[in-house]
């Protein structure tokens, strides 16, 4: 059950059109490098896209739910009913993730990965609705919540396994067939977002298994922790961690320090057996859902778009099981949460935002795709040097 | 002629509903300070608007051109045609700045301030038409420019003064204008950006000058010096400031470091004093004109989106004379240009975005919209708790 059964899904991008995309950016009517993040961003878009003209099509927000068994143990300053009071928030559109998707012109949709409630039958939509119909943001009214419940809730990671072999890889496919439904409705660029209560813990977890930084450096204060709350979840964490440690000798000799080696196999496949060990132990079902859909997202050539600390666990665990991931993803900002810069480092990822927010929900995701489209819109619309009948540098007559 | 004619124009912001808008915030379904940076770009505009509902309407750029003598000294790698040439790129809708003012539903207005040539008359609008029609984003074609042209291109700063006492008041009076045109026309916020070949360098010397920063700590690559041309460029303008501290014998002492004292008025009168002198020795005519334009939309109840180096040269002598201009200035993103950082510290500003861009025009501003439209938007749209029967936090049960 944990063979790396989606493995290779995600080839590496190639270098394909690079050189002739870079071109392209530099007969604009700019100084070279001029725009800065963008360039490398419209060479990513490109690059994924294998075109010099590469399009945003219809952007869409995927905000994953599910509830954390480890809050009985007080993890977090907020009540776990606060996860499914917020999916309806999200079905209301009073949330912040409606706000900035709407802004956008993002496809706002809300998948239940395991969320501990449950909700009216009318408000849920399978998951092949994905694509079209099920969208937060639609006319429908009420709008709908995609159903990809695996169970209520995570066990309690502080005395047992968050989950089991089986709904680990239910929230692998899941996730996959959200990303497959969005990428037949043309969707081609999508943002990962979530909501639950708890999981900065998980997130927390992921981080000091799989990158090797202690324990105590990758817990911060979540949603709003003072100082007391703060000693509390990490002590609450160190036992859960324990417990890892005892169910896994091996897991802190990997990997040292930094990614594995570019080609050491061995390496690799260590790594990917150990983010699915702690996917397994710590949760949730919405960080294990969206690791299955962002692996399927780059499968189907879609750009990603990474939010928050918890996105990025996300992100961390599904390129540590398909490292070809990475080239796909964006890093949206770095969040106000300890950990996440340390978790973007060890990624070799510089977010394109620092707006010191520590939200969730995909809120940095949906500022992000402004810059986004941005790239995307320079590279398609400005003119060039000769199409303007601009000069180019004196000492560059070229 | 160098009385503080517009001084008193722009009183700082009152504390106003500041209060009451927090605790808006406060209220909204989310963690408190989890918007981090555009929780206090809400509370900015509140106060601005003196609203709990403040909104962005009819959000507009300007973007202002203009040349400088001492290109002819070899400051910059481009040669000076290029700016009359951008001019025609941005009508015809072809340049960065086109791109995301589009993107961003920005209202785009090219103004001549002194560009070293002549434009068609069939392409030039008078000030008056600031407000609408003379917009290079209209459906008109060709668009048309804002004729505010004082002359064509400053004198070689190297040798005299860029601007005399007289091209300098038009300037201020000619942005005056262009902002009142907008505010007329219902506008209540505005980003500044510039095109002028050369600008980096009056930027520079108006930094050392205004803020004591050593002149070599403010010189950079401007749009693309090598090694050799970034050297001749630090030559050039260290015989510029020479013969300005000449003429000012007083202005080295001028401020001591950091921003003049709050009530100290003789020192903010020196500094208001000795920002004219600077604008006149170094100009540019853009720059000069984009000081006048800030002060008046302040003075309107503006709020004003400062772009990279150059603008934010602009505001630093703009708020040297008119000191309350600041409350309503947000500082769009750091630029890769040398200095830029230590001009907006000196600012006690924090740019909104750092993506390395260092292409002017407007091009940083334009993006920043889409963050100042999140933070009108969550203020305004988002549900509070109790409106979305969400549970506030359970150890703070208010």
Not at 120 to 133: F, K, N, R, V
Not at 228 to 233: D, E
Request: charged residues 20%.
């Amino acid at each position: 059950m944990t063979s790396a059964n989606t493995a290779s899904r995600v080839p590496e991008l190639s270098p394909g059109r690079t050189d002739a995309i870079q071109h392209k950016i530099d007969r604009k009517t700019k100084p070279p490098g001029s725009l800065g993040r963008l360039e490398e961003l419209a060479v990513q878009l490109g690059r994924i896209q294998d075109s010099l003209t590469p399009e945003v099509r219809s952007p869409a927000m995927l905000v994953f739910a599910g509830d954390h068994g480890a809050t009985e143990a007080g993890i977090s300053p907020y009540p776990k009913e606060v996860t499914a009071q917020m999916v309806h928030n999200f079905l209301n559109g009073g949330a912040a993730i409606n706000v900035f998707a709407r802004q956008n012109d993002l496809l706002l949709h809300v998948v239940d990965a395991g969320v501990d409630a449950d909700f009216p039958e009318a408000l849920l939509a399978p998951i092949q609705d994905a694509g079209d119909s099920a969208r937060a943001d639609a006319a429908q009214s009420p709008a709908k919540i995609i159903n990809a419940k695996v169970r209520r809730g995570t066990r309690n990671f502080v005395h047992e396994d968050a989950l089991n072999d089986l709904e680990l890889q239910l929230c692998f496919e899941r996730g996959a067939r959200i990303a497959q439904a969005l990428a037949g409705a043309g969707t081609n660029a999508v943002g990962f977002g979530e909501m639950g209560i708890g999981n900065t813990s998980a997130a927390s977890l992921l981080q000091t298994v799989l990158t090797g930084r202690a324990l105590a450096d990758c817990v911060g204060r979540g949603t709003g922790h003072d100082d007391a709350g703060l000693q509390r979840k990490r002590e609450i964490l160190a036992q859960a961690l324990e417990r890892f440690r005892a169910d896994h000798p091996d897991s802190a000799q990997l990997p040292a320090s930094g990614r594995p080696e570019e080609n050491d196999e061995s390496q690799a496949q260590a790594l990917a057996l150990l983010a699915r060990s702690a996917l397994r132990s710590f949760g949730g079902l919405e960080i294990a859902m969206m690791s299955g859909a962002m692996i399927e997202a780059a499968a189907q050539g879609m750009l990603i778009v990474v939010d928050g600390y918890i996105t990025t666990a996300a992100a961390l665990a599904a390129i540590a099981i398909e490292p070809g991931l990475r080239d796909y993803c964006v890093f949206a900002h770095v969040s106000g949460e300890q950990g996440h810069r340390a978790m973007l480092d060890w990624l070799d990822a510089r977010p394109l935002l620092d707006l010191e927010m520590r939200l969730g929900e995909g809120t940095g995701a949906a500022l992000a795709f402004s810059v986004v489209a941005g790239a995307a819109n320079f590279l398609n619309e400005m003119a060039s040097f000769e199409d303007a009948g601009v000069s180019d540098r004196a000492d560059d007559p070229d």
